[in-house]
């Protein structure tokens, strides 16, 4: 069956990078994208942007520039966010989440991944 | 690109009919059909309701219906139970090749 695993809760101070991890089971993972999506606490959630997970080119929604990086690693079928410099206005939970080939909609989610940023 | 426009919160009793609107423009949920929408509990990942507008994944309660007008989508969920009280949010594909989702509306069975 379909699994996304996310890493594990991190706390980190200001000014860190961390890296959050999504690892894929269950399907050919090079044949659906990856999309990361940020739920800030009392907030919905938003739309980060996604990669191909076959060419590992990126696409970043508007406001995820620049701190923002995603990346795959297909021997092990896993998925990556990496923030850097991180501030107080990312602390949230991010999720990695697969495009149902190509109709633009998010069939399997991992568990999400708390990333507290504090001092 | 600014988030669709859903009510913040809708209610119902058991064994009633429930709609949530989800309003955009032409360049997201009025020219595409790439509506779908997600149930969230706290606590857990979003489940996949409905995509392509009105498609639902195989295995779904088919309680759970969509429907577009315009730049309007809607979520309809009969036979309200009370496990289908939780978080709902829309989501469009939108002509600046992004995906953008709605604000979100808490659902409560009363």
């Known amino acids: 069956q379909v699994q996304l695993v996310q890493s594990g809760s991190e706390l980190k101070e200001p000014g860190a990078s961390v890296k959050v991890s999504c690892k894929a089971s269950g399907y050919t993972f090079g044949t659906y994208a990856m999309n990361w999506v940020r739920q800030a606490p009392g907030q919905g959630l938003e739309w980060m942007g996604w990669i191909n997970t076959n060419t590992g080119n990126p696409a970043y929604a508007q406001g995820f520039t620049g701190r923002f990086v995603f990346s795959v690693d297909p021997s092990v079928s896993t998925a990556y966010l990496q923030i850097n410099s991180l501030n107080a206005e990312d602390t949230a939970v991010y999720y990695c989440?697969?495009?149902?080939?190509?109709?633009?909609?998010?069939?399997?989610w991992g568990q999400g991944t708390l990333v507290t940023v504090s001092s | 690109q600014s988030a669709l426009t859903q009510p913040a919160s809708v209610s119902g009793s058991p064994g009633q009919s429930i709609t949530i609107s989800c309003t955009g423009t032409s360049s997201d949920v009025g020219g595409f059909s790439k509506v779908s929408w997600y149930q969230h509990l706290p606590g857990n990942a979003p489940k996949l309701m409905i995509y392509d507008v009105d498609k639902r994944p195989s295995g779904l309660s088919n309680r759970f219906s969509g429907s577009k007008s315009g730049n309007t989508a809607s979520l309809t969920i009969s036979g309200l139970q009370a496990e289908d009280e939780a978080d709902y949010y829309c989501s469009s594909y939108t002509s600046s090749v992004t995906v953008v989702f709605g604000g979100g509306t808490k659902l409560t069975v009363l």
């Open positions: 989440a697969r495009d149902c080939h190509g109709c633009i909609a998010f069939d399997y």
